[in-house]
């Protein structure tokens, strides 16, 4: 099997991120992004969907969370795409529900070359500790335009800010590992005009 990784290194002025992908993985991960919220997010994401991360990256948190988490988003978007390659054999869709206590949410996940992300719900906090709830959404966007992915998040209910957004970023690992499995029975591309996008 060949390996299905990629790498990226994005440096601004605001951001200095270098960041190792890896589709098959083995859940471990390698995260040192000075945003701990989000550490934690993507620590489930890679577990859950069976992947390896490495990130590290710098940023300018001392004035918010904005810059390193959407630099991050990019980069992980930019990887992703490196390590799908051609995209041949996938199985193209993948889709999960993944319930978190009280909390359920679902994500449906297209590998069509054609960015697009759409997202239903409402997050109650405005912070889970230090962190901005509206940087989630903001991270799947840029996240799903530099994967060149369709990207559907649901939030079904909720009562607990953190436990939803946990659900999402569990469902949305499982979701891509769906999506990213290598089917012998796809012959190229999974699409009746023979090409994606």
Excluded: W
Aim: charged share 25%.
């Amino acid at each position: 099997m060949n390996k299905r990784t990629g790498t990226v290194e994005r440096n601004t002025f605001e951001t200095q991120i270098k960041l190792h992908f890896a589709i098959d993985g083995s859940g471990e991960s390698h995260l040192e992004t000075g945003v701990p919220f989000l550490t934690h997010m993507l620590t489930l994401f890679t577990k859950h969907g069976l992947f390896s991360l490495d990130i590290e990256a710098h940023g300018d948190t001392d004035v918010d969370d904005h810059h390193t988490t959407e630099d991050i988003a990019i980069c992980l978007g930019q990887a992703i795409r490196q390590a799908l390659g051609d995209k041949k054999g996938i199985n193209r869709y993948g889709y999960a529900v993944v319930p978190m206590d009280e909390a359920l949410s679902e994500v449906a996940v297209d590998l069509s070359d054609r960015p697009y992300f759409v997202f239903h719900g409402n997050l109650p906090a405005q912070k889970v500790g230090t962190f901005d709830t509206e940087l989630v959404t903001e991270f799947l966007d840029k996240l799903s335009i530099e994967a060149r992915m369709n990207l559907h998040v649901t939030v079904r209910y909720g009562e607990n800010t953190h436990h939803m957004i946990e659900s999402i970023f569990k469902a949305l690992g499982r979701a891509l590992d769906a999506a990213s499995v290598q089917n012998p029975r796809i012959q190229g591309v999974l699409s009746t005009k023979g090409t994606l996008g």
